[in-house]
């Protein structure tokens, strides 16, 4: 099955980026998605086919994907970001939706 | 807004079973594939299975095959999971999502999960 790579952890100050990667067997062939979690509350969609975002989630999240890697950018992180990220594609091979392992954000 | 709301989450016993509900509404439910994805404990999100607009078809993850069985009541607006031989590694809360109405497989809402605990 489709094996998705994330970072456990990457941390950020306030004002700067923070790039949270995906990794992936040509990756950039696949739509990729991403999800913010904060704890105890449900996953929320913040972009979706590589770049783009759903209403009303901020012009600071941003998506590229290319190659073996996708990443979201959050440009300016606040401390309101602070959250674990999903990354998730569709296996076509197996018509399964995979998630990745997730990536803490701490906003520093 | 669009609204998920899972119900029957709790404590059962391993090899005892469990049927969770999602009752949906403002939107047009007959419309959507519809999913279910677990979160164990402190670990990430895992997609156990989804179903199609008329139930003609069905997925599932690898370890719940054969028993786990997702189904829908288009009249009622709801969503299933027969959950069967329930193991502790089982243990995790479940959400119902809404696929989305697009030829890339995401999942646009979720509900706020329930909680299902397998242990002795």
């Known amino acids: 099955s489709y094996v998705l790579t994330q970072p456990p952890s990457v941390s950020e100050a306030p004002g700067q980026t923070a790039r949270i990667t995906c990794g992936g067997n040509n990756i950039g062939s696949k739509s990729v998605h991403w999800y913010q979690q904060k704890p105890g509350q449900a996953p929320v969609l913040v972009v979706y086919?590589?770049?783009d975002r759903p209403s009303g989630i901020p012009e600071r999240f941003s998506g590229s994907n290319s190659g073996n890697t996708a990443t979201l950018t959050i440009s300016r992180v606040e401390a309101g970001d602070e959250a674990d990220y999903y990354c998730?594609?569709?296996?076509?091979?197996?018509?399964?939706?995979?998630f990745g392992g997730g990536t803490k954000l701490t906003v520093l | 807004e669009v609204q998920l709301v899972e119900s029957g989450g709790g404590l059962v016993q391993p090899g005892g079973s469990l049927r969770l509900s999602c009752a949906a509404s403002k939107f047009t439910f007959t419309t959507y594939w519809m999913s279910w994805v677990r979160q164990a404990p402190g670990k990430g999100l895992e997609w156990v299975a989804n179903?199609?607009?008329?139930?003609?078809?069905?997925y599932y993850v690898d370890s719940v095959k054969g028993r786990f069985t997702v189904s829908r009541d288009n009249a009622k607006n709801s969503l299933y999971l027969q959950m069967n031989s329930l193991r502790a590694e089982d243990t995790a809360v479940y959400y119902c999502?809404?696929?989305?109405?697009?030829?890339?497989?995401?999942?646009?809402?979720w509900g706020q999960g329930t909680l299902v605990t397998v242990s002795s």
């Open positions: 179903i199609k607009q008329d139930g003609s078809e069905k």
């Open positions: 998730q594609v569709w296996d076509s091979s197996s018509d399964h939706r995979v």
């Open positions: 086919d590589d770049s």
């Open positions: 999502a809404r696929d989305a109405d697009s030829g890339s497989y995401f999942f646009d809402y």
